[in-house]
């Protein structure tokens, strides 16, 4: 009696941790397509950055870690990364307040 206690347990004890690893992979899967979408939004943005900002990011991962080596690399690359991705945000914005102070042209020729 006790063996079958023990199984039934068990079985509904995977049965629990397998829905609740569904519902956590449902809100990972959410936020992880939202960090996808921004980045893919303004990808040129990063890539227009990151390489003069991969200069800031060495001396940041020398002074963390040390000298060469994978913890090296991901540190430079997480930093480079971030850095970029603040920078970005910032020259976007910089960019759309200028665009609101330029005229807009509209198709009939009037300027607006």
Do not use: Q
């Not at 939004?41 to 890539?47: A, D, G, K, S, V």
Request: hydrophobic share 55%; proline share 4%; charged share 10%.
């Amino acid at each position: 009696m006790l063996f079958r206690i023990i199984h039934l347990f068990t079985a509904i004890s995977g049965i629990f941790f397998i829905l609740m690893g569904a519902i956590l992979c449902a809100v990972l899967s959410g936020v992880f397509v939202k960090v996808l979408c921004y980045l893919g939004r303004n990808t040129l943005y990063i890539f227009a950055v990151h390489l003069p900002l991969l200069e800031f990011a060495r001396p940041i991962g020398k002074y963390v870690i040390g000298s060469n080596g994978l913890g090296y690399d991901s540190i430079v690359f997480l930093t480079d990364l971030v850095l970029a991705i603040i920078v970005s945000w910032g020259l976007k914005i910089g960019k759309d307040s200028f665009s609101k102070k330029l005229p807009h042209y509209s198709p009939t020729g009037i300027i607006e």
